[in-house]
């Protein structure tokens, strides 16, 4: 086997369970047909550096299982009597958008019946701390919604709130935390709120050099891409230093992150060229609010989330020949929160 077909087989076995029984499972060939869209001299490269990336950054639903079952005996969480913790915990089901709260609150609740033969709906007590369960925390706006709602309108006047997810990214974190206090604050309310993840990945500004998202430190000789970072006036865009040493070993070595903001950096532009007024949360590294894109590499075996590179997840093999949708392969086509992608979102 040559070290393409090694590496396309690499890769769909990391992802061979995502969204498993909702799409066909991944194989070498759904693989190679997503990076035959790149330069036939990148595609190698590419395939080597998403593979090592992939390894580190996908979460497969055995992880995610391991994850949540670890917390239900973790002392520093629980204390030393975590069937007395549980039994009084609120396990919260407040979220608003999408079902990653429902599916992981199902995940959850069979762990807790097998470890401490506890049914999660009968769990909950006045003395009880209340917690949050989901997946992944990216920009923390989804977290902050839920909980600055329930916080208002149904926290006590004292407690302890626990966020739970696989990984936080560090910006998302502390803006929510530091909203739902200034929020408690605001109501009168004494509760303290923490976070706890497997995984945290920096993308805070102040500590660019060292983030674990894709943030360029150069820039491709691209007009339009060279337009669309000029165009940007309210957050324009900062480049990292090379070289930056990093917590989480996401990529594998400088060139082959460099390689990856490159590629995916590009197909995102290319992407984006195929509406004729795409919105301007959808930036090519991912959707935000500025720069090119929030960069994150962080996927699921639920869901791949539009905070990722537009390149993973952007596209319909079966959208109408005409529609732009029909002029990218996904390599993780995403649902959305209503299971399914509204075409009309995309003019053309």
């Not at 998403?50 to 002392?75: A, G, M, R, W």
Request: proline letters at 5%; hydrophobic letters at 35%.
């Amino acid at each position: 086997m040559n070290e393409r077909d090694s590496l396309l087989a690499s890769i769909a076995d990391t992802i061979k369970d995502y969204r498993k029984s909702e799409i066909p499972e991944p194989t070498p060939d759904h693989v190679n047909r997503w990076v035959s869209q790149f330069g036939t001299d990148v595609q190698v490269p590419l395939l080597r550096e998403l593979d090592h990336v992939f390894k580190q950054t996908y979460f497969s639903k055995k992880e995610v299982e391991d994850f949540f079952s670890y917390q239900i005996n973790n002392k520093k969480l629980v204390g030393e009597n975590p069937h007395d913790f549980w039994q009084a915990a609120h396990i919260l089901n407040i979220q608003g958008n999408g079902n990653s709260q429902k599916e992981i609150r199902k995940l959850f609740g069979e762990a807790l019946a097998k470890e401490l033969k506890l049914k999660i709906d009968k769990c909950g007590s006045t003395s009880g701390a209340f917690i949050y369960l989901d997946d992944v925390l990216f920009s923390g706006t989804r977290v902050n919604t839920d909980l600055m709602n329930w916080l208002e309108k149904e926290a006590s006047k004292k407690g302890v709130c626990h966020i739970l997810v696989m990984a936080a990214h560090r910006l998302g974190e502390w803006q929510c935390l530091k909203s739902l206090k200034e929020a408690a604050s605001k109501a009168s309310k004494e509760l303290e709120i923490h976070c706890w993840a497997a995984k945290r990945i920096e993308n805070r500004k102040s500590y660019r050099n060292q983030s674990e998202v894709l943030w360029p430190a150069e820039i491709p000789d691209d007009k339009d891409l060279q337009a669309y970072i000029e165009g940007e006036k309210k957050f324009p865009f900062t480049p990292r230093a090379l070289g930056g040493k990093l917590e989480n070993a996401i990529f594998s070595s400088e060139d082959g992150r460099k390689l990856l903001e490159r590629e995916m950096l590009l197909a995102g532009m290319r992407i984006r060229s195929f509406s004729q007024s795409p919105s301007r949360a959808l930036r090519p590294l991912g959707f935000s609010a500025f720069g090119l894109g929030f960069g994150s590499m962080i996927v699921t075996y639920r869901n791949c989330p539009n905070n990722t590179p537009l390149a993973l997840w952007w596209g319909d093999p079966e959208a109408p020949s005409n529609h732009p949708f029909s002029r990218w392969y996904p390599l993780l086509p995403r649902k959305t929160y209503n299971e399914e992608v509204d075409l009309d979102d995309f003019p053309f």
